[in-house]
């Protein structure tokens, strides 16, 4: 993780959203906890409305935060592989809890969810 220098104290609750906030990151960690390790592609098959780009950056970012393993294969054609840190672990149960309220929330608004799986 690149540190970086924090010169006036801040929330915790900000410093945690900004590492982990955002459309992608949190439903990227919850994938590679439900598969351990995952591809790229494999990645952007199961994040259905991210685009190519965004999902290159938003790997980046996780991984420059420390949240993201990558690993990168030398062989032909390339193989990179990404799977969760010691620290990602860690949030895996809060965003379990977030998905339980989701579900919650959408049943009490009679919104239509895809069927239960471990990967939603």
């Known amino acids: 993780m690149k540190q970086k220098k924090i010169i006036e104290p801040i929330c ?3 410093y945690a959203f900004r590492r982990v906030g955002g459309k992608y990151k949190g439903r990227i960690l919850w994938y ?7 591809r790229f592609g494999e990645l952007k098959r199961h994040i ?3 685009t ?3 999902l290159t ?3 980046r970012e996780l991984e420059n935060d420390g949240l993201v393993n990558r690993k990168v294969y030398r062989e032909v054609p390339p193989k990179v592989e990404y799977s969760l840190t010691k620290s990602s672990k860690e949030l895996i ?3 379990n809890h977030l998905r339980e309220w ?3 929330q959408m ?3 009679n919104i239509p969810s895809l069927v239960h799986h471990d990967n939603c």
């Not at 590679?32 to 995952?38: G, K, P």
Request: charged residues 30%; proline residues 4%.
């Open 93 to 95: 149960p809060f965003i």
């Open 48 to 50: 259905k409305d991210i």
């Open 102 to 104: 989701g579900e919650n």
């Open 57 to 59: 950056q938003t790997l």
């Open 107 to 109: 049943k009490s608004e």
């Open 52 to 54: 190519t780009k965004m």
């Open 12 to 14: 915790a609750v900000d």
């Open 32 to 38: 590679l906890s439900n598969y351990e390790v995952l």
